[in-house]
């Protein structure tokens, strides 16, 4: 079922339209990919569904629901969670705590964190054992408690991902997820992309990578200049001759 | 009656409107929450009043000596505090602190040198002149008459010469300046130089007028944000707009109820214009749209 | 030895404050300039209600309540305010809440002060020397202190530093930033009164200049200075405030130009600190 949909949705920064009717509908239990030059509008399209700008024209549902110009945070609560292009881990603490992170809890408001202690150290402990679980999950063990800021580049981007992982989201927006990382940790992750989608949850990803994207897409949307140029099923659009041309680089890519 | 406290009200708004334009010179350029201003402020009275009581230079020259005085003073800061700053790419709110941290050297170096009370500039009273039911003091005449002055100074300056361009310039893209050769720290040195000038003229003048003491600096620079809010934000002369109005609303209460609530007044009108309309009523909207 | 409680004392007024500071500051991300006018209300709160003959616990308690309340008005509408203009907006409260306590004789009596307040009665038994004050502080500093301690290891003290480090990831996670700060802010300001019911009821008298914008820097230096963001900088930087001005008297300054000097000292060390250690002597933050 169409899990996400937008619908007219526009935004403009300053006189320049960034995206232009936009129309665009996500289906569940998919690996969807948005491709396209830079400046596409791509991330600003992430942006616009998980409430970071406010949208100038159209509407974005959720589930049905109309979720358009909902703050980030209430637009996670649903459900919809994402990763960012330039990671945003929280470099001063440790990865255990950015894991934990991921996972609201109770113990998140301060009246809790004194009238229902039990209860907050109760959840606090299951927590820690599902953040390891996550953590281990992503090749990280034996990091815990590593400042952030002491990972590397590569490192990061997989914290970013346990991190995501906790929140247990039903909707993934992936930001470039495999830029710079190690291609046998790609590997690792086109895996547990597939394991994700496999438990009915989506993936929306952006990526340049032509390689991954037609190795895992179910289906693509192709962005030029803030509009849907073309979309379909990767084999299509990585072997139509336009796209190829628009997008510089595709001729080496095997579909 | 009103109109003797509507003309007060315009009177020291000309200051007002001089602090918040010096004010709004640093700040819409260079993002500088310039506290030290204060300490300018003052620095440059006392130099006056040093000139002309101990040193017995003539009040022309002493007057200059104090505009020489907060220039030097505020380029000091400049080079010292904000400059490595900049470079260092520190944000914003340290530099606010090292601000304040500069105003409480300036002041209490002050205050240990002349004392914390009030000095004055000139003995005896002043002559005083009637436009129907209105009476204006000389001091205070040459006060609107200077500040129309300078604030035509300030124009031209700002639209006519090449400085003044770049200024303009440097408020909305300056990395583009940088790119097209133009020297971003020159230029910071005549904005600083500039607004030095509005501090010193500004204190010189409220000094002949009712004196000085180390801590009305702060007070009058406030007053000065608050017409930089209230006028608007983003242009460098809507803070004039906003002196004299909070000049003649200042007035305007003391008439009403009495001069002990101009300070709650004046701030109440800060937090309305921050809350609702943060831009000013000249200014130009910030957007606030992240990432 | 009643000079070491009285300095005592005073570190544990102003530990209080800046511990509670420092979960707007180091935690919060927050530079609020306001804090002294929340110390002042609930200074004033309390002793109004112990000038009536409320006992002194019952008018703690309402005070911390009324002074979380007030914060809360104040906290809503300004935290959306990014910056500067937070700043802003907590030094135009700051001033118009000194205006209000200095100028509405008719309820806190303005710059005459209120004279005359009774010491706390625990079990008829009145706080009457020092050293009583100095355990009596000392528990409530001791209290504050265990209680922050808690709040700061805890998963609401995790999603602060959360904010401050990158307030959009954290967003981004489902933390509701707006709701979070204003706790903070709340929680910040109702245990400042905690401090201005101390202070009222050591001292006997108060009155409006204790409650003024330089009050309100002096404690944000505390802050700065000792370090935010953990437990240790705030009482290092009281330790340090209250104890420095002692000791330039016990090195014969004369009290004329001590003030100013003292003055001097904490302004060089701002603009120092700023440069070379901005998360402070013991800090782990330094402001974005």
Known sequence: ?255 | MISQFLVNGIITGSIYALIGLGFALIYNTTHIFHIAYAGVYVAGSYAYYFFYRVIHLPLFFSFLAGIIVSVVLNLIIEFLIYRPAYKRKSSPMISLISSIGCYICIVNLIALLFGNEVKIIYQGVQPSYNFGNIIVTQIQIIQIVSFVFIFILYLLFMKKTNFGKFIIAFLNNPELLSSIGINIFNLRVIIFIVSGVLAGIASCLVATDIGMDPWSGMSILLVGIVSLIVGGVGKFNTAVLGGFLIGIIQSLVVWKTSAKWQDCITFLILIIFLLFKPEGILGTKRRFEEI | MNYIFHILIMVFIYGILSLSLNLLVGYGGLLSLSHSAFYGIGAYATTLLLIKGVNFFPALIFSIFFTSILSFFIAYPSLRLKGDYFVLATLGFQIIVFSILYNWVGLTKGPYGIPGIPRPKIFNFELSTPFHYFIFSGIFFFIVFLFFRKLYNSPYGRVLKSIREDEIASASLGKDIPLIKIWAFVISCGICAISGSLYATYVTYIDPTSFTLDESIFIMSIVILGGSGNLKGPFIGTCFMIILPEILRFLGLPDTIAPNVRQIIYGLLLIILMKYRPSGIMGEYSLQ
């Open chain 1, 1 to 255: 079922m169409e899990i996400i949909r937008l619908r007219n949705v526009g935004k403009s920064f300053g006189g320049i339209k960034a995206v232009n009717n936009i129309n665009m509908d996500f289906l569940s239990g998919r690996i969807t990919g948005l491709i396209g030059p830079n400046g596409a509008g791509k991330t600003t399209i992430f942006n616009l569904i998980g409430g970071f700008i406010k949208v100038d024209e159209g509407e974005i549902y959720f589930k049905n629901e109309n979720i358009t110009n909902l703050s980030p945070w209430e637009i996670s609560k649903k459900g919809i969670g994402r990763i960012f292009q330039d990671i945003r881990v929280f470099k001063k603490l440790t990865v255990l705590e950015n894991v934990l992170l991921g996972k609201s809890n109770a113990g998140e408001y301060p009246y809790n964190v004194f009238l229902r202690f039990k209860e907050v150290g109760k959840e606090e402990k299951e927590n820690v054992e599902r953040a390891r679980y996550w953590i281990k999950f992503v090749g990280l063990e034996g990091m815990e408690n590593t400042p952030a800021e002491n990972l590397s580049y590569g490192q990061q981007k997989l914290l970013s991902i346990a991190r995501l992982l906790m929140g247990e989201y039903e909707v993934l927006l992936l930001d470039e997820p495999t830029a710079g990382i190690h291609p046998e940790i790609v590997k690792k992750f086109i895996e547990l992309m597939r394991k994700i989608v496999e438990n009915g949850k989506t993936i929306i990803f952006i990526e340049h990578n032509m390689n991954i994207v037609s190795e895992i897409a179910d289906w693509l949307f192709f962005l030029k200049e803030g509009e849907i140029y073309d979309m379909g099923k990767p084999g299509d659009i990585l072997g139509n001759e336009e796209i190829r041309r628009i997008y510089m680089g595709l001729s080496d890519v095997k579909t």
